[in-house]
């Protein structure tokens, strides 16, 4: 199934590659392990970040950005593989991670998620059929290829319904998805199923699986330590005490943002996820019947 005999084109690649495109948008890889990869999108708004670990057992892509950018996240990957991309795992369900599984399945790619992930998909009338997932697990999957144990798993109610992990072992790498957004305020999505306790739960099962030489690859933004998952998961607790104290002394949700209890964090606002968005989600959780 797999092939077993092509050259590892990548072994040419430099630790840190742009591989710019005409529409702006560039994947930037970045050698994490022998063979892996972080991707990360620059130009435009770019979508997640990808993993890649390509060898001669064959090539996984873990996640694959919007659907707008499909064309230049398929010449990226052919540029840094020789052979066909054998297997895509999705980390969850949103379009900015799972937009081009289209075109990898129509290239002979197995989707690899979670089973609530291909519900989610199902759901998702936008979604192109032809890319929903055709191996779904409900705890764990593991790929034995390249020398690397990728050990799939799921954190529940944590960024989504479905969110997966990956962690190489052997590398000491972990993909963590969107279950972490490195110096940015996470996107919880409370009507996707996710929720912050399970966040939290989640990024603190993360921490547990790396030490101080572990490369994290978040779902968003840089390259990531030890140390900046521990300040990640830090801030969030500290933000849902902040709003917990606020509700406990009987503040509506107007009170409390226009006290913005986490303008001491102000410097994670991103266009997406400010102070507010942060403080409606924790409060909608803390205060849900
Ligand atoms: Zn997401």
Request: charged share 15%; no cysteine; aromatic share 8%.
């Amino acid at each position: 199934m797999l092939r077993t005999t092509f050259a590892i084109a990548t072994a040419t690649v430099l630790s840190t590659t742009a591989f710019a495109q005409d529409d702006g948008i560039s994947w930037k890889a970045t050698e994490v392990g022998t063979g892996l990869y972080m991707l990360e999108g620059e130009g435009g708004f770019p979508g997640g970040n990808l993993g890649l670990m390509s060898g001669s057992d064959g090539n996984v892509l873990i996640d694959n950005g919007l659907a707008t950018t499909t064309a230049t996240t398929v010449a990226t990957i052919e540029r840094m593989t020789e052979g066909p991309v054998n297997f895509v795992v999705n980390t969850h369900a949103h379009g900015d991670h799972t937009g081009s599984n289209h075109a990898f399945t129509a290239a002979g790619a197995t989707v690899v998620a979670h089973n609530n992930l291909r519900q989610a998909l199902i759901e998702d009338e936008t979604f192109d059929r032809s890319g929903l997932p055709e191996l779904t697990f409900d705890e764990s999957v593991t790929f034995h290829l390249n020398g690397h144990t990728s050990y799939i798993f799921f954190i529940p109610m944590a960024h989504t319904s479905g969110d997966a992990a990956i962690h190489f072992t052997e590398a000491n790498v972990i993909h963590a998805g969107d279950v972490f957004f490195n110096k940015v305020f996470p996107f919880i999505d409370i009507d996707g199923g996710g929720s912050v306790a399970g966040f939290i739960a989640g990024q603190q099962k993360l921490l547990s699986m790396a030490n101080a030489d572990t490369k994290i690859i978040p779902g968003h933004g840089p390259l990531a330590s030890l140390n900046d998952l521990q300040t990640a998961v830090d801030m969030l607790i500290d933000a849902r005490s902040r709003i917990n104290t606020l509700v406990d002394a009987g503040r509506s949700i107007d009170a409390i943002l226009a006290e913005n209890p986490l303008s001491v964090y102000n410097s994670w606002n991103w266009d997406f996820i400010t102070t507010e968005t942060m403080t409606r989600t924790i409060h909608r959780e803390l205060t849900a019947e």
